[in-house]
């Protein structure tokens, strides 16, 4: 693979990861979503955008701390992964997860730039960095599209 090669593949990992060019970042799903809609839960669904965005933050940092740390336990699969709580149990519990989820992909994304993104993680099972950033932006655009479609069946969606 040649410099530029290389260079095109890092700016298409990031441009994925910051939402890519056919689907909507976290940013504009949660942008405009009413307080008082964060736990709504439409008929039939299992969770609410609030879990949702949980979901996103735990799973995400897990990814981020795996490429970057040795001694990280991933948390119990799938019960750590998912919050019991429907809603959040404030306005700072949820700009907290927000902000978190911004900084651990403004991380991850530094770490796609700065590393070199085909070694293997010494400490996975044949991990890289590049199928990690993958699994992100996999992970962030499908849970995305779930949040959308939530807000959608509430009538909240552009």
Same mark, same amino acid.
């Given at each position: 693979?040649?410099?530029?090669?290389?260079?095109?593949?890092?700016?298409?990992?990031?441009?994925?990861?910051?939402?890519?060019?056919?689907?909507?970042?976290?940013?504009?799903?949660?942008?405009?979503?009413?307080?008082? #809609?964060?736990?709504?839960?439409? $008929?039939? +669904?299992?969770?609410?955008?609030?879990?949702?965005?949980?979901?996103? !933050? /735990?799973?995400?940092?897990?990814?981020?701390?795996?490429?970057?740390?040795?001694?990280?336990?991933?948390?119990?699969?799938?019960?750590?992964?998912?919050?019991?709580?429907?809603?959040?149990?404030?306005?700072?519990?949820?700009?907290?997860?927000?902000? #978190?989820?911004?900084?651990?992909? $403004?991380? +991850?994304?530094?770490?796609?730039?700065?590393?070199?993104?085909?070694? !293997? /993680?010494?400490?996975?099972?044949?991990?890289?960095?590049?199928?990690?950033?993958?699994?992100?932006?996999?992970?962030?655009?499908?849970?995305?599209?779930?949040?959308?479609?939530?807000?959608?069946?509430?009538?909240?969606?552009?």
């Amino acid at each position: 693979m040649t410099n530029s090669q290389h260079e095109i593949l890092i700016e298409e990992v990031v441009h994925l990861l910051q939402g890519g060019n056919a689907h909507a970042d976290i940013k504009k799903a949660l942008n405009g979503l009413p307080k008082n #809609q964060r736990g709504a839960k439409p $008929d039939k +669904l299992p969770y609410s955008i609030w879990q949702l965005v949980e979901h996103i !933050r /735990i799973a995400q940092w897990d990814m981020l701390e795996f490429c970057k740390d040795s001694n990280h336990q991933s948390p119990k699969w799938p019960d750590d992964y998912w919050p019991k709580e429907i809603a959040p149990g404030s306005d700072e519990a949820w700009d907290q997860s927000v902000k #978190q989820i911004n900084k651990d992909l $403004d991380e +991850l994304i530094n770490l796609v730039k700065t590393a070199d993104i085909f070694t !293997r /993680i010494p400490h996975g099972e044949g991990q890289n960095i590049l199928r990690e950033a993958l699994q992100v932006a996999d992970h962030m655009a499908y849970h995305v599209a779930e949040i959308i479609v939530i807000r959608r069946l509430l009538g909240i969606w552009e």
